[in-house]
């Protein structure tokens, strides 16, 4: 099931959704962004809960911008979870079936698979009050896929979860999306969630799409300030001068070559780069070396992470938990000019 929104347009006070994206049949694309960048409101428009002032909403080359939602097969897991407290497990996930009027058995077989697909068999007769966070978001998947949607919608819903809970829980999330190929957009803030389970990711910012890519180039191969200062740590220095036929930036941590500069005017420029790209050399003497003054690390069992006062400038580096350097030592860094790119 493929899905694509083509020129949504949507005004809500001082507020201005401004979005097109496709997503392929079976994919997984996380919207990521902010408090406010608009993930929710895109969600809601794709599953009929919120009007657009133009646009189309697209499934399989089919227009459903005029459905409402319950016409539309799409599933939608609610950051609260919406489950009915006065229900036991096993009739909250049978509750869309049963509008449907499916049959009794037909009902009782698609229960019985879901809560083994969630692992919760044997949780049938309990009430969903009396369930832990984990199981209740387990619950709210299991009713959302039970009615056998075409596409799945996910607002957020691990963000009520404790840390070690999500690590978890988004795997079998993962895991049960790719089992039944279905076609999901999931909302989240959280950066390394998203890199974690998505195909592709929609990182918006004030009603726009910034930057929608695979994971892994996002994080090292960003072509937006925004894109690079949202996902990650980055180092990003402002630079002075552009040699746009050599591809070499002037910087107050000296001249640095490298691989991408970003084509747009009139705006101020800056280099990037991550902090796991920052090897250790014994002199200056290389291309794209800076020097400076270890100022603070932080240690957290696998690495280290050190702060570096470079002619005024802030800047991080990782290292193994095992390198020799320490709090007020002298340090040159080499990063390559492929890991070097100039955003505005």
């Known amino acids: 099931m493929s899905i694509i929104l083509e020129n949504i347009y949507r005004q809500i006070d001082d ?3 401004d979005i097109s994206l496709e997503v392929h049949p079976g ?6 962004g902010p408090s406010g960048s608009g993930k929710s409101t895109t969600l809601r428009i794709i599953a009929g809960f919120e009007e657009t002032d133009r646009g189309t909403v697209s499934l399989n080359n089919e227009d459903i911008s005029h459905l409402p939602p319950e016409k539309r097969k799409v599933g939608m897991v609610f950051q609260d979870y919406a489950l009915f407290p006065h229900m036991s497990v096993y009739d909250n996930i049978a509750y869309g079936p049963r509008l449907r009027k499916w049959h009794k058995k037909r009902i009782d077989d698609s229960v019985m698979r879901f809560l083994k697909i969630v692992h919760l068999e044997g949780f049938g007769k309990r009430n969903t009050e009396y369930l832990s966070g984990g199981e209740k978001q387990r619950v709210a998947l299991a009713r959302a896929l039970v009615t056998e949607p075409q596409l799945l919608l996910l607002d957020e819903p ?3 979860l404790d840390a070690k809970l999500r ?3 988004r795997r079998e999330i993962r895991k049960i999306q790719q089992e039944l190929k279905i076609t999901t957009i999931y909302v989240t803030h959280d950066q390394e969630e998203a890199l974690a389970i998505s195909d592709r990711i929609a990182v918006m910012d004030k009603g726009k799409c910034i930057q929608y890519d695979k994971p892994a180039i996002l994080y090292r191969k960003p072509f937006d300030l925004f894109a690079a200062s949202f996902i990650g740590t980055s180092n990003l220095i402002e630079v002075m001068t552009i040699d746009n036929e050599k591809y070499v930036v002037k910087t107050a941590i000296g001249e640095m070559k490298v691989s991408y500069i ?3 005017d009139n705006r101020k420029k800056y280099l990037f780069f991550r902090p796991d790209k920052c090897i250790a050399l014994e002199n200056r003497q290389s291309e794209n070396v800076f020097s400076g003054i270890i100022i603070d690390e ?4 696998s690495h280290r992470s050190m702060e570096i006062e470079s002619n005024g400038i802030i ?3 990782l290292f193994d938990d095992n390198c020799p350097y320490k709090i007020g030592d002298e340090i040159h860094l ?11």
């Not at 994919?27 to 990521?32: A, D, G, H, T, V």
């Not at 932080?298 to 069992?301: A, D, M, R, V, W």
């Open 15 to 17: 507020f201005t959704l």
């Open 27 to 32: 994919e997984l694309i996380s919207l990521l």
């Open 158 to 160: 691990l963000s009520a």
């Open 167 to 169: 690590k978890s829980l």
């Open 262 to 264: 970003n084509p747009r």
């Open 298 to 301: 932080e240690y957290s069992g």
């Open 315 to 317: 800047l991080k580096a």
């Open 334 to 344: 080499r990063v390559s000019s492929e890991d070097c790119r100039v955003l505005s």
